[in-house]
């Protein structure tokens, strides 16, 4: 039902983003998507790029007074660092020294293989996480779509390095999280995540992390278990893992539950006053493919960045001699930001199968669609 596509390179001229699908009459303001835009630039760890953007959001179609018309919807984020690149990220012509060190963790030396470069610059940038601006615009609309619906959204960080807290069962993150430097809400965890970011940064090194996205108020149904691709986890897991960095996904228990028994994963099913309940959620919120009414929780590990300011050896790919990875400007810890990431990529995925269960041309349409399934579930 939605399509989305995005352009752009990390120091070139700006991001575009083109979302495809959302219904007519729907309310949007560049200033919601800019304050989800703002939540991906904070951070305990972060690097210098973020003292130089402040990315702001220019719808350029698909709105007029303030609602959806229906047709595709365009967004624009510039990048700021422009001005510092317009010689060496000229679309005419022009020369720039050639970057020829590939890092170790990077697409680098792969996109060189697979594309036939020979300066790294144009495999990384594009490949970089900059990227990742623009998609949080786009899911900030299907985010805005979802709240139509009572969905929300929301994430935090379960641990960084080899430091980790475990959230109470249910919890889902309120302001707290987004005034936390790390999206932590434990304060004893999180002064011990900072102590292991700046161990790191004095060290040239890097830490990664798990963070956890819940959301919350989804309707059973959506999904399918009718074919794979179909599959509401597949789906999901599909869509973080696309998020530059992130190595691995799980939905509700996980990995944990391979170790436990049947009776101690699966989620029982009671009646309470008429109404078919679970009183856990070790499912994640997913059963065979399709949501189950309760809340969906994922978890996502991200590797460490690979840009270190200690490089790692590499070699010179001009003549194959040994030497040190190139360096780039880069973040020490980016965990807190890949879960505002994470958020947006659940949005999309989530707001794509809801307008798969109940689509319509405007929002009324859905409304009606939505209000009509919900009716009918018997025990709901």
């Known amino acids: 039902m939605l399509r989305w ?3 752009g390179e990390s120091h070139g001229r700006a ?5 495809e699908g959302i219904p007519a009459g729907l309310e949007l303001s560049e200033g919601y998507v800019d304050r989800q835009l703002a939540r991906r630039q904070l951070g305990y760890g972060r690097g210098g790029r973020m003292r130089i953007e402040r990315d702001r959001a220019r719808i350029l179609s698909g709105v007029r007074f303030g609602r959806t018309l229906g047709s595709p919807i365009c967004i624009l984020v510039k990048n700021r660092d422009w001005e510092n690149w317009k010689e060496a990220m000229s679309v005419g012509p022009g020369e720039a020294e050639p970057v020829t060190v590939p890092r170790p963790g990077h697409a680098d030396l792969a996109g060189l293989w697979k594309y036939g470069h020979e300066d790294v610059r144009n495999v990384l940038e594009r490949a970089s996480a900059r990227e990742t601006a623009v998609r949080v615009a786009l899911g900030a609309v299907a985010r805005r779509f979802l709240e139509e619906f009572g969905v929300e959204i929301g994430s935090f960080v379960v641990s960084v390095g080899g430091v980790s807290w475990e959230p109470p069962e249910g919890f889902f993150p309120g302001e707290e999280v987004d005034s936390s430097p790390l999206r932590c809400p434990d304060p004893e965890a999180e002064r011990r ?3 292991e970011v700046d161990e790191a940064g004095k060290a040239g090194d890097s830490v990664g992390g798990v963070f956890q996205v819940v959301a919350r108020g989804v309707p059973p149904g959506l999904g399918s278990y009718s074919q794979a691709e179909r ?7 599909a869509a973080v893992m696309g998020i530059p960095a992130i190595k691995g996904v799980e939905v509700g228990l996980g990995f944990r539950a391979a170790g436990r028994r049947g009776s101690e994963v699966h989620d029982g099913i009671f009646l309470e006053d008429g109404r078919v309940v679970r009183r856990t ?3 994640g919120g997913i059963e065979g493919g399709v949501s189950n009414g309760q809340p969906i929780v994922l978890r996502a590990a991200m590797k460490p960045i690979p840009t270190l300011r200690k490089p790692l050896p590499s070699v010179d790919m001009r003549d194959l001699s040994p030497t040190y990875a190139h360096k780039e400007r880069s973040d020490v810890c980016a965990v807190p930001a890949a879960a505002v990431v994470a958020e947006a990529a659940v949005a999309l995925v989530l707001a794509d199968a809801f307008l798969e269960k109940f689509g319509g041309d405007s929002l009324d349409e859905c409304e009606r669609n939505f209000e009509g399934y919900i009716g009918s579930l018997r025990g709901w």
Do not use: D, K, P, Q
């Not at 599959?231 to 897991?237: G, H, I, Q, S, V």
């Open 231 to 237: 599959r509401l986890e597949a789906r999901l897991a």
């Open 5 to 7: 596509l995005t352009s």
């Open 281 to 283: 959620n070790r499912a």
């Open 15 to 19: 991001l575009v983003g083109i979302l």
């Open 193 to 195: 995540m900072m102590e």
